[in-house]
Every structure is written in C-alpha cells, then in structure tokens.
C-alpha cells in the first residue's frame, strides 16, 4: 500500500492482532500510547516524504493491531535513528526505539520486509563488527555492491574515496575476539 | 567553573573517526595536546553497534557498547568524539544504571563491578567547559574574514531519556567568533544528513546534501564547520555539486587556529580541498 492509498482507503480493521501494540511495548519499553497524533514528528521529520507512513501513522498501527501493514511498511527501514521527531514531541516519545521495534518483530517473523536492500546493508555491517570487532567501510560497500549485483552506479565516488584514503583496504581489529564471537554466537540473521 | 578536573582522559575513537575520518582524529588528538590534555585510547575498543545493531538486534547493540563501558578505566573520564558512538554508550550506560538486573548479568560475565558513576564526556563537554584559546601557550590565529556556516546536523538530537543538562547548540558559533569568526545564521544547522541511507538510498541523500550545500552557498559561506565524522563523510561524498564549499571538522579549524602547522595529511583526505580557501584567509600558508 502506498502512501496515497493508506489515506484514501478505508482500513480494513478485520485482521486486528490485538497483542501487537503490547510486544511492540514490550520490545522498545516505549508506552507510545501517550501519542496525541499532532503529527509534529511528521513535521519535523526530513525524510518523511520517502516515507508510506508518517511517523505517528507507524505508531497508530501499533496501536490499531494492524500488524503486516507495520511490519512490511518502508518508514521503519527509513528511519535512520536522527531523533529528531523525539525532540519535536510534546509528549517525548523515543519514536526510533518503536521503529526499532517494529524491525526487530519483522525479522524474527521472517516477513517480506518492505526495504530489503537497508536491511541487507545493516546485516552486512554487523557481519563485519562479527568477524573484526569494529566496522570494515570496504568490505560493507563491496558485500552490498556484490549483492546488488550493482559495480557501476558508485565506482566514481568508492575510487575517489580510495584516492582519499578514506577507504582502508585493511580493516581495524579488535585483540580479543572471543567475547566479541559471544555476542553474535546465537544470531541467525547476522 | 571547570567541572572536568581530570587532565587524563579516555577516549574513544569509534570506527568512523578511526577509519574514514583519519583527519578529524589527528587533529582532535592534536588540538587536545596543545591545551594540555592526555587523551590516552581506549584499549581494544570494538565498534558501538552504530545504528545497524540497534535497528535489527537490541541486545546485541546492548552488548557491544557494554564491552567498552567495561574497558573503561575508572579513575577517568570517557570521552566520545563521534555523535552516534556517544549516544549509543551513553545509552547502554543509562541502561546499566536503571536496570539492576541487566547491571548484574553484565558484572558476573567481566567478573567485575560496574563503574555507575563512570563519567562518559562528548568533546563538546569538555568545549563548553574549558576556553580552548586560553589553554594553550601559542599564538593564537585571527578568523577575521572567514564566513563560516556551523552544520550540527543531528548530533545534539536525542532521546528523550538522554536529555542532558546542557543544549549545545550554539557552541561552535560561539566558540569560533570569540577568535574572530564570522557566524552566518542558516536554516540547514540541525537536519540530518541521513547517515547510513548515503549506501543504501543514495538517490534519497543526494538531493538533501545538495540542498545543505546550496544553503551554505546561498549564505555566502567559506566553510561549513561540522563535529561528525558521519556529516563531514555525507557531504563531501554524496554531494554532486559543481562548486561545493569546504566542509572543515571543528577540530581541524581549531586547530589551526592554534597555530598547528602539521594538516597536510589531514586535508589531502578532503574531497572538496580547503586550502585554497584557508590560504586566502591567512589560515595555512
């Protein structure tokens, strides 16, 4: 459903999951029902026109069950955390950690997520946090690049970046891995 | 009254500034040793998670910057230069300290007490607290004639839980005037340059880094003064610009001001050179 749809249409409130708003509670420990939907998030927001649904919008899902409709939207992926509609709130609602939240029911359900390609990055990051312990810049371009299938749309700027140095071939490491592997022993997604 | 007492500090680099950022960790850690200050690196720091582990996997982002808090030695503070690595220690922090439960998981894995008293500092702390310019014995450079445009970008946006006592917006302003700097007001000081969207969405953060540049352009500016990595990255990559202005770290700008004249290796990494500029403003020779 695009933006424009989801206003025009009636919702279908038929297939309420009436136990989503309380996970995603649960998760984020955010109790966004204190939202008055004054939309100053949507207002404040910079990348709210790439957005399906306002920020408010994603919390009012929440809040009507309408869980697939959340859980495969593009606003969560979009979201990259800026906090700026936290400080436009009058009721100081952390709206990333819900958006957080919402990704994280959608990865463990294994839904058709509605940015795969950001997910994909993201996954990529942490496989390089994984294997050194800190992040690889070259190696998260060039996994995202070979999974996009994508060499040319960027090689201007990755070869600029080179001469630069802004690109290290080599990555930083961490000494001690072992707790590092700890923390991603259990992580099927990652 | 200087409220960090400490002339030892820890820091943390994270991986941006320890990587793509070279420049702005070399002249940070040069601008802290002309005003007297051992920044001394946090040993075997790991990557904070940045956003890609707090958006798909909340404990293991927990986890990550827990390890560093543990690193931390507790006879001093802990300083974070990059915005996004501060927020998130400052973050898992906050979560050791409200959540007893967690706090002791963590304490029986490092076999060790949590330091709850563990100060975590941003530069900006440690700017707003002590006059940079009275600090040091150099010579001090006049900004007299640099037009300059400060991009906070969404560094001083936070959470509501991690509101702090003081709002920092206007520092650099202040900071850079006090020397002679001129300080253009502009809409653009606070948007987000879009972080991490710069690889998976650039056709979104081009037209918004083009649009951040025609503002300082527009306004007349030499520079535009950035404290992110992650900004100063954005702006100089994802900008498709004939004539883009210079995007200068603030440490670099400083810096210079306190007559370092080692910044070759940090402005050969500049995608849009500064010299020019800085030599017609007496700044370099």
């Known amino acids: ?190 | 009254m200087q409220r960090i007492a400490s002339r030892n500090i820890s820091y943390y680099p994270g991986c941006s500034m320890a990587t793509t950022a070279h420049e702005s960790n070399l002249s940070l850690l040069e601008l802290f040793n002309r005003i007297g200050y051992n920044l001394i690196e946090l040993e075997d720091w790991n990557c904070c998670g940045s956003t890609s582990a707090h958006n798909i996997d909340s404990q293991v982002a927990l986890d990550l910057a827990v390890r560093n808090l543990f690193l931390a030695p507790p006879d001093r503070p802990l300083m974070v230069a990059c915005p996004n690595c501060f927020l998130r220690l400052s973050h898992a922090h906050f979560a050791l300290n409200q959540d007893e439960l967690k706090r002791r998981k963590y304490e029986k894995e490092w076999g060790t007490p949590y330091n709850t008293n563990l100060k975590i500092l941003h530069f900006f702390d440690l700017l707003e607290d002590i006059n940079v310019f009275n600090s040091s014995s150099n010579e001090i450079k006049s900004l007299q004639g640099l037009r300059f445009v400060s991009y906070y970008g969404c560094m001083l946006s936070r959470p509501n839980t991690l509101q702090f006592d003081n709002d920092y917006y206007g520092l650099i302003e202040k900071t850079l005037t006090s020397v002679g700097g001129e300080s253009i007001s502009w809409p653009y000081y606070s948007q987000c340059c879009g972080t991490f969207l710069s690889v998976a969405k650039p056709d979104i953060i081009t037209p918004i880094v083009n649009e951040i540049m025609q503002g300082a352009i527009d306004a007349k500016a030499d520079c535009i003064v950035t404290a992110c990595a992650m900004c100063h990255l954005n702006l100089e990559v994802r900008c498709n610009m004939q004539n883009p202005v210079p995007t200068l770290h603030l440490s670099e700008l400083l810096s210079l001001v306190l007559g370092c004249s080692e910044y070759k290796s940090w402005f050969s990494r500049h995608l849009v050179d500064p010299q020019p500029m800085l030599k017609s403003k007496g700044l370099i020779q």
């Open chain 1, 1 to 190: 459903m695009n933006k424009n749809e989801s206003v025009n249409a009636i919702t279908d409130l038929s297939q309420r999951d009436l136990t989503f708003a309380k996970e995603v509670k649960r998760r984020s420990s955010i109790d966004f029902n204190t939202c008055l939907h004054c939309q100053s998030c949507a207002g404040g927001c910079h990348f709210s026109k790439y957005m399906d649904y306002m920020p408010n919008s994603i919390i009012r899902l929440a809040q009507l069950g309408l869980k697939q409709e959340a859980l495969t939207c593009s606003s969560i992926w979009i979201c990259v955390s800026c906090n700026t509609c936290s400080i436009q709130c009058p009721m100081g609602i952390d709206i990333s950690a819900v958006t957080d939240a919402i990704c994280q029911i959608a990865i463990d359900e294994k839904v058709a997520v509605g940015e795969p390609d950001i997910l994909k990055f993201h996954q990529n990051v942490l496989k390089t946090i994984k294997r050194y312990g800190r992040t690889h810049k070259l190696e998260i371009m060039l996994r995202y690049k070979l999974y996009k299938h994508d060499w040319f749309s960027d090689m201007g700027v990755g070869l600029k970046m080179m001469t630069k140095q802004k690109l290290d071939i080599l990555p930083s490491r961490v000494k001690q891995m072992p707790y590092i592997k700890s923390i991603f022993a259990q992580k099927k997604a990652i």
